[in-house]
């Protein structure tokens, strides 16, 4: 019996193999016609402009104004409006479509930008995009209350990549009618395509050629896989049942696989702070990770490490923790209970660096890659590059680069 059961694993594992180089095969058909065809050739992925919500919010605004350089008037305001907002009983007239304006960090009365603001006929639609960023407190409920009062009809356009909703500590009480949940995968896309196949724009071939290639990336980073190759491989994987057990299996263990990627990340992380002299750290992410991948985030991985303090009113009550959502990230948040306006200020005054960001429940945060994209979620062209021995050396450069320009004077060694 062990031997049958021996000789079937070998069965279904070269099996596996033989579908994994005919993919492979697939794949590297696909991308050689792309390149000889100038299709690997995307302005987005060059710019940097695929992972930077400011860059894709610049972009949108550009395409939505009646006004914009596109030349092409209201035509992509009007399927935006159709499409992905949605708006109830609102119909505008062909003037309100020309006098309407697309407005990029909006200001707000408490100093917070919003980031795009549609202003046409009497209805203000103010959108919150979220590429990578996590919610601060009270976010959504703000930009609700300032658009309310300059339309009674308003509500916050919370736009992400897959349309979840926004945290319990942004939305506030904002209920399910003052916000509507939009994504990047279903609306955003659904309005490229449409866009891409207008009439209005067919033989404008630089405009239609920018949105082919926005659509690509959007496709990318919302792994909403799309074209020849994806149906190349549909095709192969559902021409034998032998096929379809092997794709299985190995969808199987795909998730341990980035799981084991994770882990080697920070475990990459620790070994180097370790030869900084810090060593005494809270893991908890050899079972996250696993959870990351499989129950959809049920705890992010994370390592920590107690922040030491002049003040006797904190001691131990402060963390400097990397942790990952979409992007590795570090920052002090407390440890062990909640933020206390005290703790946040002496943070603030003594332990906060320069360019971080804010959020509930943390007293501030900052990207480890700044000059590189790595989506663990998403797995973009960037994650994928982790597999490679230099891709990875490369990378975990970036991050302990970060690390020497901040943790120093963070964890004060005794």
């Known amino acids: ?150 339309d009674p009809n308003a509500k916050v356009y919370y736009l992400t990549l897959d349309g979840h909703d926004p945290s319990k500590e942004s939305k506030g009480t904002l209920s399910s009618g003052q916000y509507q949940c939009i994504s990047f995968g279903q609306d955003i896309l659904k309005w490229l395509e449409v866009s891409i196949a207008a009439g209005e724009i067919e033989q404008v071939y630089p405009v239609r050629e920018l949105l082919v290639q926005f659509r690509n990336i ?21 021409s034998s049942s032998d096929n379809i057990i092997a794709a299985i299996e190995i969808a199987n263990v795909l998730p341990d696989i980035k799981a084991d990627k994770m882990r080697e990340v920070f475990y990459t992380i620790k070994q180097y702070m370790e030869k900084k002299g810090y060593s005494n750290c809270i893991e908890e992410y050899d079972e996250q990770a696993g959870c ?54 002496y943070v603030r005054k003594s332990l906060s660096p320069k360019d971080t960001k804010h959020s509930s429940g943390w007293y501030w945060w900052k990207y480890l890659n700044e000059k590189n994209n790595v989506d663990f979620r998403h797995c973009n062209q960037e994650y994928l590059r982790l597999f490679d021995e230099t891709g990875f050396k490369e990378y975990m450069n970036t991050v302990f680069s970060t690390i020497d320009s901040v943790v120093d004077d963070i964890l004060k060694l005794e």
């Not at 058909?29 to 610049?58: D, L």
């Not at 907002?85 to 304006?101: G, H, I, M, S």
């Not at 920590?304 to 570090?330: C, R």
């Open 292 to 345: 990351y991948y499989r129950d959809n985030r049920k705890k992010l991985p994370a390592l920590a490490y107690i922040v030491a303090v002049n003040d006797e009113n904190l001691v131990g009550k402060l963390e400097l923790v990397f942790e990952v959502w979409d992007k590795l990230y570090f920052g002090i948040c407390p440890h062990n209970e909640k933020k206390s306006t005290y703790a946040e200020d």
């Open 218 to 238: 959007i496709r990318d980073i919302t792994d909403n896989c799309g074209g020849k190759l994806a149906m190349e491989i549909k095709d192969k994987i559902m």
């Open 1 to 150: 019996m062990e031997n049958n059961k021996g000789n079937g694993g070998d069965i279904m594992n070269k099996k596996m193999i033989d579908l994994l180089d005919e993919v492979r095969v697939l794949v590297a058909s696909h991308r050689a016609e792309n390149f000889r065809n100038g299709r690997e050739f995307n302005v987005f992925y060059i710019q940097r402009i695929a992972s930077s919500e400011v860059q894709i919010c610049r972009f949108l605004r550009e395409l939505l104004d009646p006004i914009g350089s596109h030349g092409q008037g209201s035509v992509f305001l009007k399927k935006f409006i159709d499409i992905v907002l949605k708006p109830e009983n609102t119909v505008f007239n062909d003037e309100e479509y020309k006098n309407a304006r697309v407005v990029c960090e909006e200001t707000i009365d408490n100093s917070r930008r919003i980031d795009m603001v549609i202003h046409i006929g009497m209805c203000i639609f103010p959108i919150e995009v979220k590429v990578y960023a996590g919610d601060q407190v009270g976010q959504c409920q703000d930009y609700y209350n300032y658009a309310v009062q300059k």
